[in-house]
C-alpha cells in the first residue's frame, strides 16, 4: 500500500460573525447548497454521514458526489469530518473567536502519495480556498450561488 502524503492542505480565513453563526453554517447542508454546493445533506452527529454534491459546478461543470462521515463536533469550535470515496482524507475545521468576528482554521491530510491522490490534494487546497471565501461571503454579506445550471 502506498504511503500518505506527510504534506498537509491548510487554508485560514476571518469571517465577521460569531463562531456559533460559522459553526451552524458549516455544520448545515442548507448553508452549503446556498453558496458552494447542490443538494448535499450533513447529519451533524459524531457518526452521522454526509453528501457533498456538485452539479455543473464552475466554469469547467463539474458535477460529482462524495460520501463523508462525521467524527467530531463541539459547538462553536471543532467540525472533524473524513470524505473520500477510495482512501478518505480526514478534515478538522476550528473556530476561533477574534476580534469580534471568528477565525476559520482548517486542515486536511491523508492522501496517498501517488500520482492521483498528490492530485486531489493539490485540486482540494485550491478548492478550500474557495470553498471558504464564498462562506466568507454568504455569511458577511447574503451572496449565494444562484448559476441556473446549479438547480
Keep these: 500500500?502506498?504511503?500518505?502524503?506527510?504534506?498537509?492542505?491548510?487554508?485560514?480565513?476571518?469571517?465577521?460573525?460569531?463562531?456559533?453563526?460559522?459553526?451552524?453554517?458549516?455544520?448545515?447542508?442548507?448553508?452549503?447548497?446556498?453558496?458552494?454546493?447542490?443538494?448535499?445533506?450533513?447529519?451533524?452527529?459524531?457518526?452521522?454521514?454526509?453528501?457533498?454534491?456538485?452539479?455543473?459546478?464552475?466554469?469547467?461543470?463539474y458535477t460529482i458526489e462524495v460520501p463523508g462521515k462525521v467524527i467530531e463536533l463541539v459547538r462553536p469550535e471543532l467540525f472533524v469530518f473524513e470524505w473520500g470515496n477510495k482512501s478518505p482524507s480526514r478534515?478538522?475545521?476550528?473556530?476561533?473567536?477574534?476580534?469580534?468576528?471568528?477565525?476559520?482554521?482548517?486542515?486536511?491530510?491523508?492522501y496517498i502519495n501517488d500520482s492521483s491522490g498528490r492530485a486531489a490534494a493539490l485540486e482540494c487546497a485550491a478548492g478550500w480556498g474557495e470553498a471558504l471565501t464564498l462562506l466568507k461571503f454568504y455569511l458577511e454579506h447574503g451572496i449565494t450561488y444562484t448559476s441556473s445550471t446549479n438547480s
Design 91 to 110: 478534515i478538522t475545521i476550528k473556530l476561533q473567536d477574534s476580534n469580534g468576528g471568528t477565525v476559520l482554521r482548517l486542515t486536511e491530510y491523508g
Design 1 to 61: 500500500m502506498t504511503e500518505p502524503l506527510n504534506e498537509k492542505i491548510k487554508q485560514a480565513t476571518f469571517i465577521n460573525k460569531s463562531p456559533e453563526e460559522v459553526f451552524d453554517a458549516i455544520t448545515s447542508a442548507e448553508a452549503w447548497n446556498s453558496f458552494f454546493t447542490h443538494n448535499s445533506s450533513i447529519d451533524p452527529k459524531p457518526g452521522g454521514e454526509f453528501i457533498w454534491r456538485w452539479k455543473n459546478w464552475g466554469p469547467d461543470s
